[in-house]
Nanobody, 121 residues
Framework: VQLQASGGGLVQAGGSLRLSCTAS????????MGWFRQAPGKEREFVAA????????YYADSVKGRSTISRDNAKNTVYLQMNSLKPEDTAVYYC???????????????WGQGTLVTVSS
């Protein structure tokens, strides 16, 4: 599975962005899909995940209530809508895919190249 993340950019604090992750090579309809981020000088951290059928969604406390993960299996695409952005949301955002629905914050086999989100104060 090849993953291509897009939608990053520069936004003011309080603004919104929608990230997209489009897969190629095979369908993602059986995969757990996740978003992660890595801020400068920090380790990569889990942001959100969604099960293959879209029924269960998981969020890091840092983005809960401000972000929504969704997927369109027909388009082989996963989205991360981020609202009320804060400067501390500045990071490179990565999408990832794996099989299985347990321990959603780890164990991902496939990764996209990342898209940069910069939130100015």
């Amino acid at each position: 599975v090849q993953l291509q993340a897009s939608g990053g950019g520069l936004v003011q604090a309080g603004g919104s962005l929608r990230l997209s992750c489009t897969a190629s090579g095979r369908t993602i309809r059986s995969y757990l899909m996740g978003w992660f981020r890595q801020a400068p000088g920090k380790e990569r951290e889990f942001v959100a995940a969604i099960t293959w059928n879209g029924i269960s969604r998981y969020y890091a406390d840092s983005v809960k209530g401000r972000s929504t993960i969704s997927r369109d299996n027909a388009k082989n695409t996963v989205y991360l809508q981020m609202n009320s952005l804060k400067p501390e949301d500045t990071a490179v955002y990565y999408c990832a895919a794996r099989l299985g629905d347990s321990e959603v914050a780890g164990g991902y086999a496939y990764w996209g190249q990342g898209t940069l989100v910069t939130v100015s104060s």
